[in-house]
């Protein structure tokens, strides 16, 4: 992990921290979208009751450098995420990872991230970088992914990530 970021308010960005604790089946402690129950307004909106498969965003640091080379200005927090990471390729991974944050903390991979028309009010034109599509016209999300804290545990800037692939047949991430 390279960055930790979290904000008790809606906001789009998150400012970095020292470190962020994740909660079993809430999320970031003290993160306004932690809780067992959706926390995004869009999702609150349609259905306040669903759970929660949005407890931790992370992003993999190498997206800044390729949003940077396309002239944005991005950096770890600017996109709202919690995990900034570096070295793992988390869009190639299937619904189920378990990944080990640090000593304790584990977080289950649920889906892809799918950014909304805020991020165009952060810079103009990103959400056309972030969401796209590839040769066969199908949608590529690059935003980042989102979990479920399954178990607790203090995350630090440079604590190590250790991916656990489910069992049995993979399934390719979706949005969530």
Do not use: W
């Amino acid at each position: 992990m390279t960055v930790v970021s979290s904000n008790e308010k809606y906001s789009f960005t998150k400012p970095n921290r020292p470190s962020v604790t994740l909660l079993a089946g809430l999320g970031v402690e003290g993160d306004v979208h932690a809780g067992a129950t959706v926390k995004h307004r869009s999702r609150v909106a349609q259905d306040p009751t669903q759970p929660n498969l949005r407890q931790v965003h992370l992003i993999h640091e190498e997206l800044f450098g390729e949003l940077r080379a396309a002239g944005f200005e991005v950096a770890p927090g600017d996109l709202g995420e919690n995990v900034t990471t570096s070295g793992v390729d988390l869009l190639a991974l299937p619904i189920g990872t378990l990944l080990h944050l640090g000593d304790e903390a584990v977080v289950e991979v649920t889906g892809l991230r799918n950014p909304c028309l805020q991020i165009d009010n952060f810079q103009d034109g990103l959400l056309k970088r972030v969401v796209g599509r590839d040769e066969a016209g199908r949608i590529v999300r690059k935003a980042g992914i989102m979990g479920i804290v399954t178990v607790g545990g203090v995350v630090r800037p440079g604590d190590p990530i250790e991916v656990e692939l489910p069992v049995g047949p993979r399934r390719a991430l979706e949005r969530v």
